[in-house]
């Protein structure tokens, strides 16, 4: 079992990423871009539904040390790959998939939005899990914006470049994805948590609960949104809202949808019970943290993932085994499923004191359930994607 706390040393730090640049360049870096992943406390799927979300930027990041070339190329390496990519700004073409397409994406929507791009070399290395749930393309494409706005001299704008990130994911990548990765990539605080309405892009800080601690617990298990049921499970969405004559589900009230349910598929009225039931417990969530209530707060994220697997069916066994070990764990407020969904992460919130104990707990209990070996960290609420200063500089 890997157990992590998030005092621990990160997989690649600023240090061994500018140490590699380096290396394979023969001087320092110009700059240095962190872009961390995020996790959802509650909220999922309401995004692209024009709703509520809940989410927050941690500890674990994408970084890149570049610095500006002649010409209109990038050259990338990648520590976690252990690979280089290249290619030319100029007329941008896709290559079937992986890690370089992400950037590519990245820089065909800025050029798309009248951007001026210029060519760099640098290395990316994270410690973003990948499928996990927690959002590495999105940490990696927002890495990528902030790397070309550097290089190219241009203004930094997160809420901007989320929306872009956005349609590198939608149109290059193929995922219909919706603002919230990015977003929270973009703007997260430190120490909070923010709920953003998708439909507005207002945005509201919230502090976890004093003497509280979130910890991501990681199956082992990983899916593939562009070949999952990720795209499906919009497609039903957008398919319910039609029949109910509104513009997005978000426009849907819990009466209105007892009301007039009998309208939709079986199918159909679940899904959208679940992205109705979710906007709510969303919004409600947000005031129990403001309350510092997290018994509440844990028994929504509680609620929340009953709706996933029974109502939008996006949990999985291993991710169901991995709730109820932790739901049974002393200490614990609340857990559910985070991401996607179809593998990947649970998140938790427990009582901070509590944390120790219940890692070893929930890494054996799960161990014993699935024969599978997960990995526990916790993880702090950090600020979103930024230049970091390099040493002695």
């Not at 590699?20 to 799927?45: K, M, Q």
């Not at 707060?297 to 993932?305: D, Q």
Request: with cysteine; glycine share 10%; proline share 4%.
């Amino acid at each position: 079992m890997a157990v992590a706390g998030a005092a621990q040393a990160a997989a690649w730090n600023a240090e061994q990423v500018a140490a590699a640049f380096r290396s394979r360049f023969g001087t320092d870096p110009s700059w240095l871009v962190r872009s961390p992943g995020r996790v959802n406390l509650i909220g999922e799927h309401t995004d692209y539904n024009e709703g509520f979300v809940l989410p927050m930027a941690i500890d674990r990041a994408v970084w890149i040390a570049l610095r500006a070339r002649a010409g209109r190329d990038v050259v990338a390496t990648s520590l976690d790959f252990a690979e280089e990519k290249a290619f030319s700004l100029d007329g941008l073409r896709r290559e079937g998939r992986g890690w370089g397409e992400y950037l590519k994406g990245t820089a065909w929507a800025l050029a798309e939005a009248g951007d001026r791009l210029a060519g760099w070399e640098g290395i990316l290395a994270g410690d973003v899990p990948i499928g996990a749930g927690l959002s590495s393309s999105a940490a990696l494409e927002m890495a990528a914006a902030r790397a070309f706005a550097a290089v190219s001299g241009g203004p930094w704008d997160p809420v901007r470049m989320a929306k872009l990130a956005r349609r590198a994911e939608n149109e290059w990548v193929g995922v219909g994805c919706g603002i919230m990765d990015p977003l929270i990539i973009g703007v997260g605080r430190a120490g909070h948590a923010t709920l953003i309405d998708c439909r507005s892009l207002e945005m509201r800080p919230v502090p976890l609960p004093q003497g509280t601690v979130v910890a991501v617990l990681d199956t082992s298990t990983r899916r593939e949104l562009t070949g999952s049921a990720y795209n499906e499970r919009r497609a039903q969405c957008e398919e319910a809202a039609r029949a109910l004559g509104v513009k997005s589900l978000r426009d849907v009230t819990p009466s209105a949808l007892e009301a007039r349910g009998e309208w939709l598929s079986d199918t159909l009225r679940r899904r959208a019970r679940h992205i109705v039931t979710e906007n709510a417990r969303t919004v409600e969530a947000a005031e129990a943290m403001k309350a510092g209530d997290a018994r509440r707060l844990g028994r929504l994220m509680n609620e929340s993932h009953s709706s996933m697997r029974d109502d939008f069916e996006i949990s999985t066994p291993m991710l169901d085994a991995m709730v109820e070990c932790a739901q049974a764990a002393v200490g614990c407020d609340g857990a559910r499923m985070t991401g996607g969904g179809f593998g990947g992460c649970v998140v938790a919130l427990m009582d901070e004191a509590a944390a120790p104990a219940f890692l070893d707990a929930v890494g054996r209990s799960y161990s014993e359930r699935t024969g599978l070996t997960p990995s526990l960290y916790l993880c702090r609420p950090e600020g979103g994607t930024s230049l970091a200063p390099l040493a002695g500089k």
